[in-house]
T-cell receptor
Framework: EAQVTQNPRYLITVTGKKLTVTCSQN?????MSWYRQDPGLGLRQIYY???????DKGDVPEGYKVSRKEKRNFPLILESPSPNQTSLYFC????????????????FGPGTRLTVT | SQQGEEDPQALSIQEGENATMNCSYK?????LQWYRQNSGRGLVHLIL?????REKHSGRLRVTLDTSKKSSSLLITASRAADTASYFC???????????FGKGTMLLVSP
């Protein structure tokens, strides 16, 4: 079954304790992305990756790191989490667009609900 | 930064009625997509419409695009309780290589 998986699904942690949220897709997609969703703010992009070893900042990259060493995996790293990073996080993937804008649908993971106290 | 803005923010209807949601955006686009999100779950792609298209259908969904007004609408006909969800539009205007999502319309369909 074609899918994007995220782990963990729920995480409660304390300020400053480094954490990693994993994301994996089995569709051989080049493009992967991380979003955070907050009430009243909608979905905002954190980082995205057009292909292996190619990453770029989205709208809200501060406090986050990513890496893309393999095509299927795109982990999100919070080196020193703070309470303002409490949010619902989504990973997504799609085929990569070369021309004509973003012309492929994105497949989303089930989400990771993170609470930082 | 927010590109698409959905309107209304919330919509409550009865089963069998039609639901219309609108999306406005600020700058020229190549493509516009609509997604659905059931409470707290991942978004699901509904339909993509290209800038040179005016209307597109998929089952009970009808999407229109008016590039002169920089707006799109999503019509769900004969709504069902299972259509209760949040609906988001997403455009590729700001950065060619990414999608920017609006804040969504919450649709409640009552039996």
């Amino acid at each position: 079954e074609a899918q994007v998986t995220q782990n963990p699904r729920y995480l409660i942690t304390v300020t400053g304790k480094k954490l990693t949220v994993t994301c994996s897709q089995n569709m051989n997609h080049e493009y992967m992305s991380w979003y955070r969703q907050d009430p009243g703010l909608g979905l905002r992009q954190i980082y995205y990756s057009m292909n292996v070893e190619v990453t770029d900042k989205g709208d809200v990259p501060e406090g986050y790191k990513v890496s893309r060493k393999e095509k299927r995996n795109f982990p999100l790293i919070l080196e020193s989490p703070s309470p303002n990073q409490t949010s619902l996080y989504f990973c997504a993937s799609s085929l990569s667009t070369r021309t004509g804008g973003f012309s492929y649908e994105q497949y989303f993971g089930p989400g990771t609900r993170l609470t930082v106290t | 930064s927010q590109q698409g803005e959905e309107d209304p923010q919330a919509l409550s209807i009865q089963e069998g009625e039609n639901a219309t949601m609108n999306c406005s955006y600020k700058t020229s686009i190549n493509n516009l997509q609509w997604y659905r999100q059931n409470s707290g779950r991942g978004l699901v792609h509904l339909i993509l419409i290209r800038s040179n298209e005016r209307e597109k259908h998929s089952g009970r969904l009808r999407v229109t695009l008016d590039t002169s007004k920089k707006s799109s609408s999503l019509l769900i006909t004969a709504s069902r309780a299972a259509d209760t969800a949040s609906y988001f539009c997403a455009t590729d205007a700001e950065r060619y290589s990414t999608l920017t999502f609006g804040k969504g319309t919450m649709l409640l369909v009552s039996p």
